[in-house]
């Protein structure tokens, strides 16, 4: 594995800028070993894939920028220094402008300063993207096989870090909103609560047993660190027995001994299905005694 550091000019690069640099750099370094053959070089960055595909690159994007009636006011001004005719758009166009520079081949760039502390490094380059273009790259941000359709505040972050547009929270917010298979497949924050059922009355004393354990408290002289608790639902008789650990086999002995021997066997054993006292394996246990 080779590694490079990024001169200081090249730090303010956009991230496109950055992969496409890495690509450059990478070939140029190993070219003794690319010389005369085919080479085929793999990426992630479908926004990367997209720029290697299209013929002439910086003059297409030139021109959508161009197409795009926000973008060609700063672009005018910026190049010309020619504004439009209409003051207030004019006014509006003389103070975006300080936000947006050009770079040798005419691509427009947002500058932005990130606000957070932990990703406020440095003035950042992101491509000033056109309303034309917008569908194409909130598709392979997102949707794409590569993309792994993330939540809104992972993907705005990804697409801040190389893009710019006009209102690109809410659009990025109604991408991820009215996204089919993140509505179908992702578990919902909030999971719907099952309905609460009334359990049966109980016949008597002893006829339904709650089982809990608390602790590890520390240890007594006795060398125990746990309490288990079996509650009677009719009278709310506890019992509490003090025990070393509370896994199965102690909690199944201490229950035929205490609860058993003692007030009869219940018809029913309530627990809250923790890792410790799951019925299922205190079932298994009390087979086993
Ligand atoms: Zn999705």
Known sequence: MQVE???????????????????????????????????????????????????DPAGRLCEMQRKDSNLFAIINYLEKGELPDQSSKARETVILSDNYELDNSGILYHLFTPGSRKRRQCLRRQLAIPRCLIDEILYACHDDATAGHLSLNKMYTKIQDRFYWKGMYSDVEFWCKSCVDCATKKTPKHRPKAPLNPLPAVSGPFDRVAVDVLGPFPPTYNSNKYILIFSDYLTRWPEAIPVPNADATTTAKVFIEEVVCRHGAPRQLLSDNGKKLSIKILLKKFVNL
């Open 5 to 55: 550091q990024l001169k200081p000019n090249e730090r303010n690069y956009a991230v496109i800028e950055k992969e496409a640099l890495a690509i450059v750099w990478g070939v140029k370094y190993f070219r003794h070993y690319l010389y005369g053959r085919k080479v085929t070089i793999i990426t992630d960055h479908n926004p990367l894939k997209w720029l290697m595909n299209i013929k």
